[in-house]
C-alpha cells in the first residue's frame, strides 16, 4: 500500500510542478509592454561569449551582465550575483545546479514559493523561479534541513539552483515577482 501512495504522491507533484511551469512561462509571456520588459518573442541579449571576469576577485560582476537591478546567474561557474539598481553587487554567492541549466538570457522573475517539494523530492523553501525548459521550472531554492542536494538520483530532471539558506533568504529578499534574471556562460 505504501508503494501505492508514494507513486500517487510522486504523481501529483509532477502534474503540479509541470502546471506551474507552464502558468510561468504564460506569466512571463504576458507582462506589459508597458513595464519595460520584452514580450514574448524577445531575443536573449546575452553574448554566447564568456563573459569578462576577474581573474584575482571571482565574486566581481562580470562584464557583459547588463545594468540595473538583477540577478546575474553564471552557468560555468555555477555562481550568482545579486546587483542593485546602482549597479553595485549586493551579494556573491556558489550555488548548486540542476540537471537542467536554462539558456543564456534575459528573464524575469514570474513565481515564488515559500516552501515545497522540489523536482528532487527534497523539501525546499525560498523557490524563484524565473523560466521553464521542457515544461521543467528553473529556479533558485534553499533545501530544508539536512536535505541532500539530489535526493531523487542522478536521472531525475531538476531545474531547482540550489543555494544555502542564508543565501536563499537574501534571494528571497531581492529577487521579487517581476526583478530581471539575466543568465549568462
Known amino acids: 500500500m505504501a508503494g501505492t501512495s508514494s507513486g ?13 511551469g507552464f502558468l510561468a512561462y504564460q506569466a512571463h509571456a504576458n507582462v506589459p509592454a508597458s513595464l ?19 581573474r584575482h576577485d571571482p565574486t566581481a560582476l562580470p562584464g557583459g551582465s547588463g545594468t540595473g537591478e538583477r540577478v546575474v546567474y553564471s552557468v560555468d561557474d555555477n555562481r550568482v550575483w545579486l546587483v542593485d539598481p546602482g549597479n ?11 540537471t537542467m541549466d536554462p539558456p543564456l538570457g534575459s528573464y524575469w522573475v514570474t513565481s515564488r514559493s ?13 523557490v524563484v523561479r524565473f523560466t521553464s525548459v521542457d515544461g521543467l521550472a528553473i529556479g533558485f ?7 541532500p542536494d539530489t535526493a ?13 539558506r ?8 531581492f529577487a521579487t515577482i517581476g526583478v530581471k534574471v539575466v543568465v549568462i556562460r
Open 8 to 20: 500517487i504522491v510522486a504523481g501529483l507533484t509532477a502534474v503540479a510542478l509541470g502546471a506551474v
Open 36 to 54: 519595460g520588459r520584452p514580450g514574448p518573442n524577445a531575443s536573449p541579449s546575452v553574448s554566447a561569449a564568456k563573459a569578462h571576469r576577474d
Open 88 to 98: 553595485r553587487v549586493e551579494r556573491s554567492f556558489k550555488v548548486a545546479p540542476g
Open 114 to 126: 515559500n516552501a515545497t517539494t522540489g523536482t528532487d523530492g527534497a523539501p525546499v523553501e525560498h
Open 141 to 147: 531554492s534553499a533545501a530544508v534541513g539536512n536535505a
Open 152 to 164: 531523487a538520483g542522478p536521472n531525475v530532471r531538476t531545474g531547482g539552483i540550489r543555494e544555502t
Open 166 to 173: 542564508a543565501d536563499g533568504e537574501a534571494m528571497w529578499e
